[in-house]
């Protein structure tokens, strides 16, 4: 009977570990991520991209990588702004070993 209850009370300890880590991902945005991601919607282009514009600072290409790659870690990937930047990503056609390592690793997530 004592490893039964052992197990049990293992299992849900386990159990409240993996709610607690699973609830913990929802959390409320502070004011600067929602300002940033209003500017982000803001500035899409109509292709999906984000940047090349005169104050860009990088490349277009690297910009949405880097846009993308911000609303993944969000949890934002069934938003349309990140599904026309994905198929924007999808569609350029790279020869350069940095810009091909950047498309894996957002088609990776």
């Known amino acids: 009977m004592p490893m039964k209850r052992i197990s049990f009370v293992s299992t849900m300890i386990f159990s409240a ?6 609830t913990l991902e929802a959390y409320p945005q502070s004011p600067q991520i929602d300002n940033g991601l209003v500017y982000l919607g803001n500035t899409q282009s109509q ?10 600072t990088s490349t277009e290409y690297f910009s949405t990588a880097e846009v993308l790659l911000s609303m993944e870690q969000l949890g934002l990937t069934n938003t349309s702004a990140y599904q026309n930047g994905l198929l924007w990503i999808q569609s350029q056609e790279i020869n350069d070993t940095a810009y091909l390592a950047k498309k894996i690793q957002i088609l990776s997530n």
């Open 17 to 22: 570990l993996i709610f607690l880590f699973l």
């Open 47 to 56: 292709a999906g991209s984000w940047g090349n514009t005169s104050y860009s």
